[in-house]
């Protein structure tokens, strides 16, 4: 139950990381910050996705 409610928070962080590069198009600098942002979301569900799905890495 607890890890749903954070993936759905991370989920939420990316729709919005998402919202922020569209409203970026046309300054280099917003998108560069905006692609981080999207990138850095991404990069903290990884972890909760292979809790919840058990991926065995190599």
């Known amino acids: 139950m607890n890890n749903n409610i954070n993936i759905f928070g991370w989920l939420l962080f990316v729709i919005s990381s998402i919202c ?30 292979k809790k919840k799905y058990k991926l065995i890495s190599a």
């Open 20 to 49: 922020f590069i569209i409203s970026s198009v046309g300054n280099f600098w917003a998108m560069v910050g905006s692609i981080f942002f999207f990138l850095a979301c991404l990069i903290f569900l990884i972890p909760l996705f």
